[in-house]
């Protein structure tokens, strides 16, 4: 019979929502970015659209970079190491011990305004997984007001319309870690005082209450949460991690470098300070 070269082992492919596909690949160099996206198309039965609204990405702890249709992810792969010593602040140890991970994801350079056109709805979910997670990771900055219309919106996707018997402040208060985007840290003032507005569950029951109810299919209710992120700094952004100098002088005086996440995008440069509202 007709010898075949060795498929190399299968890469997994992790998508938005936590699950991981596994994709064969030929020898090294192997596929292109642009060939495994087509592949994963297929896999998924996206529509064509997916090729323009999703990427490849190589991620781990220490970086997370977009592959262009022409790179090789198995080449990559090997020059992992090379890559976060140029664009990574990961220490010597750390950069030894890390690992990338194959992922699907939003396409930087998808504009949101075509993003809002997307009729597909198994697309439109990968998109909302994705922005979901990262709103849960604390990565785009959200107000609390904010933070919970979009955790209502995703307690309608999990839970279905709002009902008043089934749906209660106790019955919610397991998802918040889940459904409800974390806010800005607190100032130490507020620590002190005793604040009279609802709690964090009560705000999610209110703004699922106010979601809409059973006549909204899921594909508007994915366009609306997606709408809600375009406003919020960092959505659809490339992050890298950075530092800005920080004044000395104040109660403890201490200066020096403090971390940020700088986002890159197609409407610019944002800075990110996690520790500031």
């Known amino acids: 019979g007709v010898s075949h070269p060795p498929l190399s082992p299968p890469a997994l492919v992790y998508l938005p929502d936590g699950s991981a596909l596994p994709l064969p690949l030929e020898p090294p160099p192997g596929p292109t970015a642009a060939e495994l996206l087509r592949r994963l198309q297929g896999a998924l039965r996206l529509p064509p659209t997916a090729g323009e609204a999703l990427a490849l990405w190589l991620g781990s702890d220490l970086l997370e970079v977009q592959l262009k249709p022409r790179h090789r992810p198995l080449r990559l792969v090997r020059h992992w190491p090379e890559l976060l010593l140029r664009f990574s602040l990961g220490s010597p140890a750390a950069i030894a011990q890390d690992e990338p991970c194959l992922q699907l994801r939003r ?142 002088g104040g109660l403890l005086g201490r200066g020096g470098l403090r971390p940020v996440s700088v986002a890159v995008g197609l409407e610019g440069v944002t800075i990110i300070d996690p520790r500031q509202k």
């Open 107 to 248: 396409n930087v350079f998808f504009p949101k305004s075509c993003e809002l056109e997307l009729q597909e709805e198994e697309l439109l979910r990968l998109l909302y997984e994705e922005a979901r997670e990262q709103l849960q990771g604390g990565r785009y900055p959200v107000d609390p007001p904010e933070a919970a219309e979009l955790g209502g919106l995703s307690c309608r996707l999990r839970l279905g319309p709002f009902e008043p018997k089934q749906h209660t402040e106790l019955s919610l208060r397991p998802l918040l870690a889940e459904l409800l985007p974390p806010g800005p840290p607190a100032r130490w003032g507020a620590l002190f005082r005793r604040s009279r507005s609802p709690g964090p569950a009560q705000r999610l029951l209110d703004a699922f209450a106010r979601a809409p109810g059973a006549e909204a299919p899921p594909v508007g209710l994915y366009r609306d949460f997606l709408r809600r992120c375009h406003g919020l700094p960092g959505y659809g952004c490339a992050f890298f991690p950075g530092a800005i100098e920080r004044p000395s």
